[in-house]
């Protein structure tokens, strides 16, 4: 009999204690941290870059018009960049906000060729003119501002600032002169420039929290140096006499460029301020 009871008691208590934990109300799990876009960072970067430039010669005026000169000649250049790049943010709940810098070295280059010559009328002959135009772009800097909106490790953003490049132009003329009795062809000029264009950017891009302090990201930049005179010191005429005249021209160019790039970038410390 006693057994009875003491057993009873001890199944009464244990459906107590069981009712009782069950009224408890259970204990939250520790909220999940968001990553901080927020410091200094600095990386690299390698990509491919094109632009377009529209070189003219206004300078030229009846004689071009004499010579059909053409209005406009238009090169393309691409190629390979890579460089580095550094910068800082400030994020508030899901903005992000920042300044980068960055710069970039390579060979955005291309070549074009335009024929043209002057109409000799009855004359039973032609004259033509080959003008070649070597353009490269070696080096590419930005200075911007950005504005993102981060979702965790995620961070989609733009960017706009000014812009930093320069330009290497060779220019080079031949010409071609047939008719029935003699013909010749030769050197009409040499030429070389150098030149540094300052300009506007705007930008797009994604970057990726992969481990602690370390993203990686893809950027689009669009770069616009507006239109300027590019000077070309050559010589005319460089097979005749003692290795030609010296002259100096202006290459009028409008020029855009245009970069992908891939880079990663180590988040080294947080804002000191």
Avoid: C
Wanted: no cysteine; hydrophobic share 40%.
């Amino acid at each position: 009999m006693k057994f009875r009871l003491l057993t009873g008691a001890a199944i009464a208590a244990v459906m107590a204690g069981s009712a009782f934990a069950a009224d408890m109300p259970l204990k939250a799990p520790p909220p999940v941290l968001a990553y901080d876009w927020s410091g200094f960072y600095i990386g690299g970067f390698i990509g491919g870059g094109w632009s377009h430039e529209e070189t003219s010669n206004p300078s030229l005026g009846v004689l071009g018009t004499l010579i059909n000169f053409p209005v406009v000649q238009t090169t393309t250049h691409s190629g390979f960049i890579g460089g580095i790049e550094g910068g800082d943010r400030y994020q508030f709940g899901k903005l992000v906000v920042g300044w980068e810098a960055d710069w970039a070295w390579g060979n955005i280059g291309g070549n074009s060729t335009t024929s043209f010559g002057p109409n000799l009328g009855p004359i039973p002959a032609t004259l033509t003119f080959n003008r070649t135009l070597n353009d490269k772009i070696d080096s590419v800097g930005t200075a911007t501002s950005s504005v993102g909106i981060a979702h965790d490790r995620w961070l989609i953003y733009g960017k706009a600032g000014v812009a930093w490049a320069h330009l290497d132009q060779t220019d080079n003329w031949t010409f071609n002169f047939s008719s029935p009795g003699p013909s010749a062809t030769g050197t009409v000029s040499t030429g070389t420039g150098g030149q540094d264009r300052i300009g506007w950017t705007v930008g797009t891009g994604i970057e990726w929290a992969i481990w602690n302090n370390w993203s990686v990201k893809a950027e689009y930049d669009f770069m616009d140096f507006g239109t300027r005179t590019n000077t070309i010191n050559g010589t005319f005429l460089p097979g005749i006499g003692g290795g030609g005249l010296g002259v100096t021209w202006g290459n009028v160019s409008d020029l855009h460029v245009q970069q992908v790039k891939f880079g990663v970038n180590w988040h080294i410390m947080p804002n000191i301020w």
